[in-house]
């Protein structure tokens, strides 16, 4: 199978901050990204997704950005809660693929 | 939204034995189902392309005889771990993608948890 990395990095950050949660892509042809959260012992989780054709695209407390020259993905969570503690992967399709391939995912800490 | 259940959530069995996850879409109907393999603290590892009618598309290190796919329906695939040994051990998760969208959200089933004594 595909994957990207067997490591969990970690973000520990205060309830209220802000969290950024970056991501590098692998696949130049990818023409379409989402952001997925994970609670243990469940699936992903759609958050929000974007579009090669976009750079930015804000949901409810979130934001993700596209920076297609660099391959990089991030997602912002702003007043990050508790409720939000869980690990996020992004993922990314397109090419000549129906596949939707996981990136390595950050384990977010939220500290009350 | 768009539901996917899988069944069971949790299974325990013996090594050599055989088991048989489900995967439904519950409001939607899905050409393509996706399987997915996830060991702890790590990510989700794409195992194989499971297409309506047809056979599926495993990923390369996948064995398709260890790992049967069936997708009979628009709503249901399925996954057989045959011959199981410990190291299948691993969280397998199914997903679907609303039939005739393209560039959309995969929906996630709950995953199963399988632990093979």
């Known amino acids: 199978g595909e994957s990207v990395g067997l490591h969990l990095p970690t973000l520990s950050v205060q309830e209220g901050d802000n969290s950024i949660i970056n991501c590098a892509y692998s696949n130049s042809a990818s023409d379409y990204f989402i952001w997925y959260k994970q609670e243990s012992g469940k699936g992903p989780q759609f958050i929000i997704d974007i579009r090669s054709n976009m750079d930015k695209r804000q949901g409810q407390r979130v934001t993700v950005l596209l920076n297609k020259t660099v391959k990089h993905l991030s997602l912002q969570i702003a007043a990050t809660q508790p409720g939000d503690s869980a690990v996020y992967f992004c993922a990314e399709t397109g090419g000549a693929t129906n596949k939707l391939i996981f990136g390595t995912g950050t384990l977010l800490a939220v500290q009350p | 939204g768009a539901v996917v259940s899988q069944h069971p959530s949790r299974v325990i069995c013996k090594s050599g034995t055989s088991v048989k996850i489900e995967c439904r879409s519950l409001d939607f109907q899905a050409t393509t189902m996706f399987w997915y393999r996830q060991f702890p603290k790590q990510s989700l590892m794409l195992m194989a392309t499971s297409n309506e009618g047809s056979k599926a598309t495993y990923e390369q290190g996948v064995e398709k005889d260890k790992f049967l796919i069936n997708h009979a329906s628009l709503t249901l695939s399925t996954l057989t771990v045959t011959s199981a040994h410990p190291e299948d051990s691993s969280f397998y998760i199914c997903?679907?993608?609303?039939?005739?969208?393209?560039?959309?959200?995969?929906?996630f089933g709950n995953g199963t948890r399988l632990t093979v004594t």
């Open positions: 997903s679907a993608r609303d039939l005739g969208t393209y560039n959309s959200p995969l929906h």
